[in-house]
């Protein structure tokens, strides 16, 4: 673990809300990316996750002893709140909004092209099954190593990489299905 994190929290502990503020706007994207992705593109449930996830921190955080890396953490307790959110709702609604797409876009063709597209990712993401969407959001948008994944799910790093490896046969095939990526 870096010796900032450890700082920081040790910081939040004793409550600094400025050290708190610091782990918050450094981890929030990714967090709420992951979460989002988990929850099917369900944003206002995301949002609910996020919080949770630094409510949950800011709790622990005075006694909060970590061996290995905050991110990782925080992502660990991200990925619980969602299966139990997923779990207690016993749905799964998969839609992108156009918030899920860059807003970088100028060209409104460009945009509602990407819209689009983006659209029918997430509805072929929440097409998989829930071990595949895991190993995909925590590898692409979580950032994790095929490793830390395994370590985090307790499976091995060849059920990780299966996973993973099916994950993108299906979306490969879901994608083409569906036009994306397709010059029409």
């Not at 779990?87 to 945009?111: F, I, K, M």
């Not at 569906?178 to 010059?183: D, N, P």
Request: some cysteine; overall charge neutral; charged content about 20%.
């Amino acid at each position: 673990m870096k010796q900032h994190d450890q700082t920081l929290i040790t910081a939040v502990g004793r409550g600094d809300p400025r050290a708190f503020e610091q782990i918050y706007h450094a981890y929030k994207n990714d967090l709420m990316t992951a979460a989002v992705c988990l929850l099917g593109g369900d944003r206002s449930s995301a949002e609910d996750v996020l919080h949770d996830v630094f409510v949950a921190f800011a709790r622990r955080a005075r006694t909060l002893q970590l061996t290995g890396n905050l991110r990782n953490y925080l992502i660990t307790i991200c990925l619980n709140r969602a299966r139990d959110l997923l779990r207690r709702s016993n749905r799964l609604h998969y839609g992108a909004t156009a918030e899920t797409v860059s807003n970088t876009q100028t060209d409104p063709y460009q945009l509602a092209v990407a819209s689009d597209d983006a659209s029918r990712l997430m509805d072929a993401i929440g097409c998989l099954p829930a071990e595949q969407r895991e190993v995909v959001t925590l590898h692409v948008h979580g950032q994790l190593k095929f490793r830390e994944i395994a370590e985090m799910l307790d499976i091995s790093i060849n059920t990780v990489s299966s996973r993973y490896r099916y994950a993108l046969n299906a979306l490969h095939g879901l994608l083409a299905e569906a036009g994306v990526g397709s010059e029409n």
